[in-house]
T-cell receptor, first 115, second 115 residues
Framework: NAGVMQNPRHLVRRRGQEARLRCSPM?????VYWYRQLPEEGLKFMVY????????ESGMPKERFSAEFPKEGPSILRIQQVVRGDSAAYFC?????????????FGDGTRLSIL | GNSVTQMEGPVTLSEEAFLTINCTYT??????LFWYVQYPGEGLQLLLK?????DKGSNKGFEATYRKETTSFHLEKGSVQVSDSAVYFC??????????????FGQGTTLQVKP
């Protein structure tokens, strides 16, 4: 029973390029959360999605960042025109229901490095 | 707004020592509380949780009690092992109007256990 799968594990981009991060939730989970971890810091919430819907994007920067979770396929976090400050570890988590008492299961993250 | 504060690390202990990592929170309503552990290069793993006041979460020898009167959720273990060396994150589920289950994390506490 596979856990949350993220790919790629490591991604290197030059300033101005686009970064696409993928997340496949655990089987049976239809709720996906994205978090960002800057060096030496805790995780910060970015966005919460259900299939085909963005429920809460209050933690996502207004420009250059977007997220989707289509009916078929993985959730995608997209960063356009990357800058050095986007360098971080990006974690995806899934849960069977978007409720406060449901634990979230995390993937191993994508470590994004901007040259 | 809601927040979580953890004791700063690193915490360095000898094997078989007693562990306490302090965690306090500020929140409206009655959030669920979690401890996650992160090993190097990996994602977060749920260690334990508590969903209401006076609940005690426990797993692998770790315990934490949800104390509403002191707004705390301190992590304890009676005898640590070298394999417990990791970063520990305290988190609460945001009980905002949407109650989406998004997590608010503390900054993390690094534990180093020496043989």
């Amino acid at each position: 029973n596979a856990g949350v799968m993220q790919n790629p594990r490591h991604l290197v981009r030059r300033r101005g390029q686009e970064a696409r991060l993928r997340c496949s939730p655990m089987k049976g989970h239809s709720h996906v959360y994205w978090y960002r971890q800057l060096p030496e810091e805790g995780l910060k919430f970015m966005v919460y999605l259900q299939k085909e819907n963005i429920i809460d994007e209050s933690g996502m920067p207004k420009e250059r960042f977007s997220a989707e979770f289509p009916k078929e396929g993985p959730s995608i976090l997209r960063i356009q025109q990357v800058v050095r400050g986007d360098s971080a570890a990006y974690f995806c988590a899934s849960s069977p229901a978007g409720a406060a008492n449901q634990p979230q299961h995390f993937g191993d993250g994508t470590r994004l490095s901007i040259l | 707004g809601n927040s979580v504060t953890q004791m700063e690390g690193p915490v360095t202990l000898s094997e078989e020592a007693f562990l306490t990592i302090n965690c306090t929170y500020t929140a409206t309503g009655y959030p669920s509380l979690f401890w996650y552990v992160q090993y190097p290069g990996e994602g977060l793993q749920l260690l334990l949780k508590a969903t209401k006041a006076d609940d005690k979460g426990s797993n692998k020898g770790f315990e934490a009690t949800y104390r509403k009167e002191t707004t705390s959720f301190h992590l304890e273990k009676g005898s640590v092992q070298v394999s417990d060396s990791a970063v520990y994150f305290c988190a609460l589920s945001d009980m905002g109007s949407s109650n989406t289950g998004k997590l608010i994390f503390g900054q993390g506490t690094t534990l180093q256990v020496k043989p």
